[in-house]
């Protein structure tokens, strides 16, 4: 939003009273008029200053919960564990086993 000019306010509001019927000629009412859209102008223009600095905070605190709650709630990677060595069991060599229990897991009768 663009800051007002000083007697932005005045003018605007000595134009809207003539259209009343009212017209502003210089003096001490006027004066006032003139001093407290000036205060008026001042407050807005530091008001919306203001409010551009809170919201670039606010935008950063922002981001950075997003991050935070990202972190927390994102699934986990899965560890990565060294694969361990075949569990399955050791075959015995033939001539180890005894020739009937080979024969019988083969089908064979002896």
Same mark, same amino acid.
């Given at each position: 939003?663009?800051?007002?000019k000083q007697d932005e306010l005045y003018e605007h509001l ?26 008026l102008i001042d407050v807005i223009n530091l008001s919306q200053?203001s409010i551009s600095r809170a919201k670039v905070q606010i ?14 709630? %994102? !699934? /986990?990677? @899965?560890?990565?564990?060294?694969? *361990? $060595?075949?569990? %399955? !069991? /050791?075959? @015995?060599?033939?001539?180890?086993? *005894? $020739?009937?229990?080979?024969? /019988? ?6």
């Open positions: 939003m663009k800051p007002i000595s134009g809207f009273l003539k259209s009343k019927g009212i017209e502003l000629k210089e003096g001490s009412y006027a004066n006032g008029i003139q001093k407290g859209c000036t205060l200053k935008d950063k605190k922002l981001d950075q919960m997003r991050q935070v709650v990202h972190e927390k709630t %994102a !699934p /986990k990677p @899965k560890p990565e564990t060294k694969t *361990p $060595k075949s569990r %399955a !069991p /050791k075959v @015995k060599s033939q001539s180890q086993e *005894p $020739k009937a229990k080979v024969a /019988k897991r083969a089908g064979v009768k002896l």
